[in-house]
Structure formats: structure tokens, C-alpha cells
């Protein structure tokens, strides 16, 4: 039976506990899993293009102790941790810095993949450097690193533009470049089908193949990156979880609808609220799950 997971940084910013009270009600909202964000390790700050310091524990000295926490809470749970998402941009080289951290607290939190941006304005080869410098760590924590497919804004002509690992020939080139059994692909289904890019997430699914171990899942008005609860946009569904299913994707359905919950609790990000979000994100995370088991 296909697992279900969302990530927590969108509830952890939205409760008095944070990471760990969010873990909770994503197990009592009926997520067998959580991805772990880990993007208050280092923020950055868009103005600036600097990192913005924090007294986030994930930024400081003990980092690994409150991962722990977090963990513990979660096992309490019966939640388990699928994957993590590393800090970015990594063009940022105070964000870069980060990265081994990352994929440290990935394997103290028990996740198996650490989603790392590709920089976004790389080829697939300068890109390589960054992952096969981060490689070895990653094995020596039995972590895989996830590159992920990403765009930028085209001002002009109003839509999205390809970045790294955008296309198909792109994303198979920078795993190619690297050729390595610890870099695997993230497909994010709502990058694929943003206008401008010119493929589909199910095109993508059916490139990636067995490289393809984690998602990212979420809606929009197949325009721009809304981050939005699947089957309230106009992003279908149905030809993606058959693709999937075709390729036997042996991973999670992992939601990533920030905007989602953050709509939802507007003006009300009372405990109450994050709950009822986290509800109708897991309901609709089954939804999938049971149209991938019954394809």
C-alpha cells in the first residue's frame, strides 16, 4: 500500500511547538510519514541574497539534539521520517555550507533521501561538482541525495522558464554527469507542468524511471507554482499516477502544498485550524495513494 507523507515546515511555522507539535498532528491528521524541512538551518533573505541568522536550534550548536527530539516525538507517533529538504538556493554559499548538515540530520531524523536543489543556473556538469563533493558523506551516512527539478520567472513573457533538470534530456543529463546510485531524482509535479517549461510531469515520470525515489506533490493553474492541495486546480492527476504506477515507483506520495495551508489558516493559525488542513491534505494524499494501488 502506497505510504503517504507532507512535509512540516508549513505547520511548524504556524504552532507555538513547532517541528515537533507539527509531527504530531501530521500523525493524527493520518500521514504515515513527514518529510522533514530543514530550511531553518539557513533562511535565506531574497533582498539580500544573504542567509538570515536564527536562534532556530537547527542553526545552532545542537542541532543534532532537537532533531532527536523531533524524531521522538514522531516515533511516539508512529510516524516515520521519509526524506528531508535541504536548505536553499545553493547558489548562496552560506546556504551551500549547510548541505553536509543537512544530510547529517537526515540520518539522525531516520530518512532515507535528502532532497539538495541543483543550482538553478548551472549545467548539469557544474552541477555534478556539488554533488560529488557532497557524495561521500552522504554514503558514509547511508543517505541519498534527490536533485530536484527546477524554473525561474520570465518576466517578458509572463511564464515560467526551464532551469536545471526542467526537461527530461536535463534532468537525466545531471544524473548522468554523476552516475551514481546515491544521487536519484525528486520530481516536483507541480514545476512540470508550470507554463513555459514545455514537458509533463508524467513525460518526466517516464524518463526518470527507477531514478525517480521521492516527490513532491501539489496543484496549480498549470501557470505558476501555487503549491495548492491536488484536485483544486487544473494540474490532472490521473495520467501522473499511471505513469507512476507504470514505472513501479517504489517511493512515497509526498505533498508540499505550503500555499495550501497557509490559505487555509489565514487569519486563524490556531492548533484547531493547522489540524483541519493537515486533514484535508492527508485525505487527499490517500486519494492519490489509493488510485496508485488500484492502477
Known sequence: MMRISTEIDSAARRLPGGEERAVELVAEAGFDAYDFS??????????????TPSDHPLQGADYLRFVRRVSRAADDCGLKCNQTHAPFPVYCDEIRGYLERAIECTAEAGGSICVIHPDNFKSAEENAEMYLELLPFAKSCGVKIATE?????????????????????????????????????????????????????AELVYALGDRLQALHIHDNDRWHDSHQLPFTMAVDFAPIVRALREIDYKGEFTLECGSYLKDFTQGAETEENVLKALQNMAATARRLADMFDKA
Open 149 to 201: 527539478n527546477m524554473w525561474d520567472w520570465d518576466k517578458q513573457a509572463n511564464q515560467a522558464r526551464p532551469n536545471a533538470c526542467a526537461t527530461p534530456a536535463d534532468f537525466k543529463a545531471h544524473l548522468e554527469a554523476v552516475n551514481d546510485p546515491y544521487l536519484v531524482a525528486c520530481l516536483d509535479i507541480g514545476h512540470a507542468e508550470m507554463r513555459g517549461i514545455g514537458t509533463s510531469a
Open 38 to 51: 530543514l530550511f531553518e538551518m539557513a533562511r535565506i533573505d531574497w533582498a539580500t541574497g544573504r542567509m
